[in-house]
């Protein structure tokens, strides 16, 4: 699989500089490429704790993602999945800390660690005031002590940033980020592997299975599942994490490993929502890619058994998007239907004239059915003369239910008859075509106004235009000779139909896909019933 | 490939009912699931100008990710790459139009022309002032009169919104539309199709192509051209824009398809601001997902000539986190690395009984490497002994520049230099532990305190514990009874480290991923290691 890098040597780095480029100018980072990947805030005054995370890429938006306002101050990036150097997080500490020293956010794993560590111990050489606390969220592993640290993770950031901002002191937040720790446990599952830059991808997951509690870096699941449905899935999760759940109130964060679409995250966040399995779920952060695998087509969720005043951190204003905002989980709202839905039945009246008239009109399309059907069969599935015909034998019927003395309403009523026998395309734009008639000759406007005014408005709707093959070639000749009378209508109409067997580029409906040959000599036949109609009328 | 998904009929109403309960309360929906299928913003008085968007499913967060204040009032939702009903989008106007009416904002597909076109209709007969605008803005097919709409549309949704907010009037905004749809352009590439929920996945894209100008429901891209490198279709995309794009300012919005890592779309980011071939560019949205293709790997960009008030409307608040924002492009800011990488060279002095204590430490090392070696086989892959014998020599060598006198200094130095001649783990956990007892001594604690002190580092540091079979089980229990002398210490050493030979379940550090059987009546050499060096000091 191909993927949208330059090198695997440079991607990082390249990454790294299209945050910034596109930050608005809220971040800045370190010199010391490719070396030295460090991200900061351009708005520090190291007048507050400095929260400082990091560890291998590949997790985006974690962690450039999280710095700003309310959250990180710096993050200290490593290659795709590897650790950052000593010396990288030694420079992000020096970088960020004043007085009120910095905190370090470390996922549980051993170079983070290490790595961190020793950068930690070099600082306080300094005598900087620094702090670290381990992320250890994970419980896919039961029987390793040193669980790994996954999206919980963005609990600590968010909640000790929170406090950070708030001007606490270091102890204050490091106090909060262990108790975070100790109250969020996570699990994740997947329905593939990641795709690592440069590795060919392991194709490990065979299909109709799920890993269960994998780690986000390409670590296998502790379990292969059968895969069967969102809901099953979700409850998998939710009852694996049921034994480790603090106490209400809960919040969950469900987040993207990367592959998955926004489709799937919302209903999986309905699964979510609507389970039983965790009582005193009450909050959620996300759906939201928030700690990644690459691409990964999983999801995690973490459950924080929240206390103090844990909410109103985690509710906190940012100033990044990536923080998806923590908010109440609630039924869905549902709002009735409103009026208007069934149109209103027209009141029956008489007009003999008008129903001769419209009697006449459909008389022509039922009378044209097998030739308009021989001439579509050139161009299409040879059904037009059939849908025109019924149609017309459909509106015949109901003439006596038509209110034939209020031309507004008959427009209109003609439509809404249209729109519920005629099919297709050609069914909805008739009833569009007689709809906006009927506005137009509400407002005053001339029949013949009126007309125009319709198939302006088909044009726009459909899209078509004189020149496109359609029934316009005929209709809007026709319109503009009809004040001249039907005679001229009708001559302008033939004409138009007749030059559609001309015009083998058709650009619109369905004889666009037509080779030219086929279209040659042959009338368009919605162009052609538009002649037949006018013509018929000077009879 | 399975998809989180329960079944294809109900997808798109679980995730829209997944949408609203975690929404925080901001969104409703109106009854008539599952035909119809519309969500509007729950704060919506009818005071304004309502805003209504929509189109088949497949696209999130378009549509219903951008309702909110300052875009959409409601979004039509049809299912999955398939139009709404005329009903819905009906249900749609009635629910939110109020006096001031509404704009229809609908992508060039034939399905959503009509149905929202009728619709349209139908709303203006209950004398509802309804504007529709149509966006064409994909350039893929230029001899197609009727371009696609794609993710340019997200410009028209954010000024017409941000107009609308401001009280804005229908002619207004709907003048604003059609200005900015007329100024908009978008080509899109992708590295691999879009799996549809429920059927087969078509394998259209071979390795290293990629398609130019496709669709965002499935289409194929009219080109299917060679992948090179993130630049060249970055660039390739910019050079079929450019005839197209307007003049300066422009705004770019770059959008993730779907299936595209954030890591990529950040390279693409930098590709895209880095490129020359389009002139005047200087603002960008994203990237982010927004206009998404279910899965597709792939990103398109969408340039705005933008006049009037653009900017600023681009740049208003909205309350939704998938609008990424409008932000100025700028080269990456970098801040020199601070000082203090380079760690500062103790001042060597001299200690006759210091060096002489630290030789003969040394020597214990370099004595037992061969005892080491092959304990280590036992566990591992039997170079303990060589590590810390070759570190022993390295220490030994730097003993005439260490700062004997100054016991602060001189643990510092220890570690630093065991730091940096010393690898793996083990390296940076003595590095750690001699700068903690270092720090530790500098605060006036005794040299048994202080010793400690670097234990309580290395454990939080390496997450490594008594009994979990390492140095600790050795070094621990001796430094409890060092108050009593070195041969009480030694004692405790030696118990410490013979009990590891009992320990079969390793807990940390590389024996973990050892059999039992292997390591059952074998002491580990780093708990070993420290019962020979107190042992000698006995002697």
Same mark, same amino acid.
């Given at each position: 699989?191909?993927?949208?890098?330059?090198?695997?040597?440079?991607?990082?780095?390249? +990454?790294?500089? &299209?945050?910034?480029?596109?930050?608005?100018?809220?971040?800045?980072?370190?010199?010391?490429?490719?070396?030295?990947?460090?991200?900061?805030?351009?708005?520090?005054?190291?007048?507050?704790?400095?929260?400082?995370?990091?560890?291998?890429?590949?997790?985006?938006?974690?962690?450039? &993602?999280?710095?700003?306002?309310?959250?990180?101050?710096?993050?200290?990036?490593?290659?795709?999945?590897?650790?950052?150097?000593?010396?990288?997080?030694?420079?992000?500490?020096?970088?960020?800390?004043?007085?009120?020293?910095?905190?370090?956010?470390?996922?549980? =794993?051993?170079?983070?660690?290490?790595?961190?560590?020793?950068?930690?111990?070099?600082?306080?050489?300094?005598?900087?005031?620094?702090?670290?606390?381990?992320?250890?969220?994970?419980?896919?592993?039961?029987?390793?002590?040193?669980?790994?640290?996954?999206?919980?993770?963005?609990?600590?950031?968010?909640?000790?940033?929170?406090?950070?901002? +708030?001007?606490?002191?270091?102890?204050?937040?490091?106090?909060?980020?262990?108790?975070?720790?100790?109250?969020?446990?996570?699990?994740?599952? @997947?329905?593939?592997?990641?795709?690592?830059?440069?590795?060919?991808?392991?194709?490990?997951?065979?299909?109709?299975?799920?890993?269960?509690?994998?780690?986000?870096?390409? %670590?296998?699941?502790? *379990?292969?599942?059968?895969?069967?449905?969102?809901?099953?899935?979700?409850?998998?999760?939710?009852?694996?994490?049921?034994?480790?759940?603090?106490?209400?109130?809960?919040?969950?964060?469900?987040?993207?490993?990367?592959?998955?679409?926004?489709?799937?995250?919302?209903?999986?966040?309905?699964?979510?929502?609507?389970?039983?399995?965790?009582?005193?779920?009450?909050?959620?952060?996300?759906?939201?890619?928030?700690?990644?695998?690459?691409?990964? !087509?999983?999801?995690?969720?973490?459950?924080?058994?929240?206390?103090?005043?844990?909410?109103?951190?985690?509710?906190?204003?940012?100033?990044?998007?990536?923080?998806?905002?923590?908010?109440?989980?609630?039924?869905?709202?549902?709002?009735?239907?409103?009026?208007?839905?069934?149109?209103?039945?027209?009141?029956?009246?008489?007009?003999?004239?008008?129903?001769?008239?419209?009697?006449?009109?459909?008389?022509?399309?039922?009378?044209? %059915?097998?030739? $308009?059907?021989?001439?579509?069969?050139?161009?299409?599935?040879?059904?037009?003369?059939?849908? $025109?015909?019924?149609?017309?034998?459909?509106?015949?019927?109901?003439?006596?239910?038509?209110?034939?003395?209020?031309?507004?309403?008959? =427009? !209109? #009523?003609?439509?809404? *008859? $249209?729109?519920?026998?005629? &099919?297709?395309? @050609?069914?909805?734009?008739?009833?569009?075509?007689?709809?906006?008639?009927?506005?137009?000759?509400?407002?005053?406007?001339?029949?013949?106004?009126?007309?125009?005014?319709?198939?302006?408005?088909?044009?726009?709707?459909?899209?078509?235009?004189?020149?496109?093959?359609?029934?316009?070639?005929?209709?809007?000749? #026709?319109?503009?000779?009809?004040?001249?009378?039907?005679?001229?209508?009708?001559?302008?109409?033939?004409?138009?139909?007749?030059?559609?067997?001309?015009?083998?580029?058709?650009?619109?409906?369905?004889?666009? =896909?037509?080779? %030219?040959?086929?279209?040659?000599?042959?009338?368009?036949?919605?162009?052609?019933?538009?002649?037949?109609?006018?013509?018929?009328?000077?009879?």
């Amino acid at each position: 699989m191909a993927q949208f890098i330059n090198t695997k040597e440079t991607l990082v780095t390249e +990454a790294i500089d &299209g945050n910034l480029r596109t930050a608005g100018g809220l971040l800045v980072r370190l010199d010391g490429f490719p070396h030295i990947k460090v991200v900061l805030r351009n708005d520090w005054d190291k007048s507050k704790v400095a929260l400082i995370s990091g560890g291998g890429s590949g997790h985006e938006p974690a962690h450039v &993602g999280y710095i700003g306002k309310g959250m990180l101050t710096a993050a200290v990036c490593g290659d795709v999945f590897a650790s950052p150097s000593v010396d990288a997080v030694l420079a992000g500490i020096l970088a960020v800390s004043g007085s009120a020293g910095c905190l370090l956010i470390v996922k549980n =794993y051993t170079g983070d660690r290490l790595n961190f560590g020793l950068a930690a111990e070099r600082a306080r050489a300094y005598g900087i005031k620094v702090a670290m606390v381990i992320v250890d969220d994970d419980i896919a592993l039961p029987d390793l002590p040193q669980a790994r640290g996954v999206a919980g993770t963005l609990f600590v950031h968010k909640i000790a940033g929170a406090l950070a901002e +708030a001007g606490a002191d270091l102890d204050t937040v490091c106090a909060a980020a262990t108790r975070v720790i100790d109250n969020v446990c996570s699990i994740g599952m @997947s329905l593939d592997t990641c795709t690592v830059p440069g590795s060919p991808k392991e194709e490990r997951i065979e299909a109709g299975k799920a890993e269960l509690g994998l780690g986000i870096h390409g %670590e296998s699941g502790v *379990e292969l599942v059968d895969f069967v449905s969102a809901r099953d899935a979700m409850s998998l999760v939710l009852e694996r994490l049921k034994p480790h759940a603090g106490n209400a109130p809960l919040v969950a964060l469900l987040n993207n490993l990367g592959g998955t679409t926004p489709l799937e995250m919302a209903i999986l966040a309905e699964e979510l929502a609507k389970s039983d399995v965790i009582e005193g779920l009450q909050y959620l952060v996300g759906p939201a890619p928030m700690m990644t695998s690459l691409d990964m !087509r999983g999801f995690s969720v973490s459950l924080l058994s929240m206390c103090d005043d844990d909410l109103a951190l985690l509710q906190a204003p940012v100033d990044m998007t990536n923080w998806p905002g923590c908010r109440t989980i609630d039924a869905p709202i549902v709002h009735p239907i409103p009026d208007g839905l069934t149109p209103i039945k027209p009141i029956p009246s008489n007009d003999p004239a008008i129903a001769r008239f419209i009697k006449r009109c459909c008389d022509v399309f039922i009378k044209a %059915e097998c030739t $308009l059907n021989v001439l579509d069969a050139q161009s299409g599935d040879g059904d037009t003369g059939s849908t $025109l015909a019924g149609a017309a034998r459909a509106l015949k019927d109901a003439i006596p239910r038509l209110p034939q003395a209020d031309l507004t309403q008959l =427009y !209109r #009523a003609i439509g809404l *008859e $249209l729109s519920q026998t005629m &099919g297709g395309s @050609s069914g909805v734009l008739l009833a569009i075509f007689f709809s906006a008639v009927g506005d137009a000759a509400s407002s005053g406007q001339s029949n013949v106004q009126a007309l125009t005014s319709g198939l302006v408005r088909v044009q726009e709707v459909g899209g078509a235009h004189p020149g496109d093959r359609t029934m316009i070639d005929a209709l809007a000749p #026709a319109l503009k000779a009809l004040p001249n009378g039907f005679a001229a209508a009708a001559q302008a109409a033939r004409a138009g139909a007749d030059h559609t067997a001309e015009i083998v580029k058709a650009k619109a409906g369905r004889a666009s =896909y037509i080779s %030219e040959d086929r279209l040659k000599g042959h009338n368009d036949p919605g162009a052609e019933a538009v002649a037949l109609l006018f013509e018929s009328l000077t009879e």
